[in-house]
């Protein structure tokens, strides 16, 4: 029944509706209940992998990304450049340089995977990040921002990572960070002037002519042994001003991927887990999760001194840049695609990422929220 | 009795009910009435957009919550202060009882399925387990 290309299609549909009712009643990403329901199904029911849910979860890392890097507060960032230059890079040089060799030289993985093990959790997630600082209302003080700007910076890190490490340094990777460079740098104008050639359609032509240009970024990326996502954060870094100015775009592109693209990304991520993997590396999962955790704290904690934070607010930040999501489980999913890691050493990983998403989180809202907590909101 | 009766509302019939009730009670009392509010947003979110959505849904709700509460605190002659918060309501709604001192917590009561009352337990529950003061629970 599973050649059966509609019926594959409603149950990957199924599970992502259940996924979105799921969230919406208990308040948790859908990314994440999605990875879940893809893990209990790949591993209950199974869910075969055939070539065009691959395309459509590929389709959807690579709007994530876009999407990610749309998100960058280029103003926040320039205006915080020492602090959250220092802050963000710190926060993606240690854990993935612990985390690499933690794998190396504890684990005995071999320097490639052990790579795939730094850059997965190497990783801040900006989203939760931003969840929790709008809770405390820190989001609209110095902190918050310098914060925010950081993870931005870390993410940047990851991206660059995973986009050059496993590249092939030929004389067509330089043709490729050439014309990534020229996008990147013309895009700020041609893009809000294409976009206000053509309007907004129903046939979208901007979002097309985004499309055009992450596809064809995203193909040269491949072809020297690079990673689509690596163009795709910087071209929405290139638009995140355009993006602020006019949210409309993103919005709509937002209501694409996220209907439906990134739930084939979000539930293959998961349907890769392995449960027997999953048991036998409950330690594996912890030192993971431990040393992404003390990295970050050797790292950010002193950062935070120097840049006067108090004690609360400096164990705040610091616990809040060890959570990572999306590009840590983009990062693993990679490996396992291209046949870096196998699949027991992409269920560790994965759910390293995970744990790193929740572990940091409870403790810092537990333990160290600071003294701005449940900031009056303003409806 | 009491110098300040703190109510929650999450905008439900259940909500609607104790801030009647509770406006009540202020008024004979005497008593200073604060109303708390909270806004849940997506836990663990891929996206900044998905915060943001939620947050302006949430926006959207409180508002229409806290005009509606605020004409019934005016009809029963009482005056409210309103607030609204964001995080998790059972530790953000503790958290102000704790802040403000408040002699007395009412809540609505809001049934839920007898397995998620096992597994997760209500809002309710777990505030009258939490809270530093009385809390009144209104069916």
């Not at chain 1, 549909?13 to 799921?22: E, G, K, Q, Y």
């Not at chain 1, 915080?80 to 340089?97: E, H, M, Q, R």
């Not at chain 1, 998961?270 to 036998?280: M, N, R």
Request: glycine letters at 8%; hydrophobic letters at 55%.
């Amino acid at each position: 029944m599973m050649d059966n290309i509609w019926f594959t299609s409603a149950l990957w549909i199924a599970l992502a509706l259940a996924s979105a009712l799921i969230s919406i009643r208990i308040a948790l990403s859908v990314a994440l209940i999605e990875i879940m329901m893809g893990a209990l199904g790949g591993n209950i029911i199974g869910m075969p992998l055939t070539p065009w849910i691959n395309y459509l979860a590929g389709f959807g890392a690579i709007l994530l990304t876009f999407l990610a890097g749309a998100e960058v507060d280029m103003a926040v960032v320039r205006r915080n450049l020492g602090a959250s230059l220092g802050i963000g890079f710190v926060s993606f040089l240690l854990p993935y340089i612990g985390c690499m060799l933690a794998a190396r030289y504890l684990l005995g993985w071999p320097w490639p995977q052990a790579q795939i093990a730094g850059i997965s959790l190497s990783t801040t997630s900006v989203a939760v990040v931003y969840a929790v600082m709008v809770e405390t209302g820190l989001n609209k003080t110095e902190l918050g921002k310098i914060i925010l700007a950081a993870c931005f910076i870390t993410d940047l890190g990851t991206v660059l990572a995973l986009g050059i490490v496993f590249a092939s340094f030929t004389i067509w990777l330089l043709a490729f960070a050439a014309a990534t460079i020229v996008v990147v740098m013309m895009l700020p104008k041609v893009g809000p002037w294409f976009f206000a050639l053509v309007g907004q359609r129903v046939s979208e032509p901007e979002i097309k002519f985004l499309l055009l240009i992450l596809f064809a970024l995203g193909g040269f990326a491949t072809a020297v042994g690079s990673e689509a996502v690596l163009p795709a954060y910087l071209i929405g870094m290139a638009l995140a001003p355009a993006f602020q100015h006019d949210p409309e775009l993103p919005h709509r592109m937002r209501v694409i991927a996220f209907a439906v693209l990134t739930p084939f990304y979000f539930l293959k991520a998961g349907s890769l887990i392995e449960a027997k993997a999953l048991i036998a590396g409950a330690g594996l999962i912890a030192l993971f999760l431990g040393m992404k955790m003390a990295t970050k704290f050797v790292g950010i904690l002193p950062l935070t001194r120097y840049y006067r934070f108090d004690k609360r607010e400096g164990m705040y930040t610091t616990l809040l840049m060890s959570t990572g999501l999306t590009f840590g489980s983009i990062s693993a999913l990679y490996g396992l695609t291209n046949h870096i890691i196998d699949q027991e050493q992409y269920t560790v990983l994965l759910t390293s990422v995970i744990a790193s998403a929740v572990v940091p989180t409870v403790i810092a809202q537990t333990w160290f929220l600071p003294k701005i907590a449940s900031a009056k909101q303003e409806v | 009795m009491f110098k300040l009766i703190v109510v929650a509302n999450d905008g439900s019939v259940g909500g609607f009910k104790a801030l009647a009730l509770a406006c009540d009670i202020a008024k004979r009392a005497g008593t200073a009435l604060h109303m708390i509010s909270v806004e849940v947003l997506p836990n663990m979110p891929a996206s900044i957009d998905e915060v943001i959505e939620a947050k302006t849904d949430e926006n959207h709700k409180f508002h229409d919550v806290l005009a509606k509460a605020r004409d019934i605190a005016k009809k029963k002659g009482v005056k409210l202060d309103a607030e609204v918060v964001a995080g998790h309501a059972v530790s953000a709604i503790v958290a102000y009882v704790k802040a403000h001192k408040a002699d007395l917590l009412v809540v609505g009561f809001m049934g839920h399925s007898a397995l998620y009352e096992r597994i997760i337990g209500g809002t309710a529950d777990r505030l009258v387990r939490l809270a530093p003061c009385p809390v009144l629970v209104v069916k």
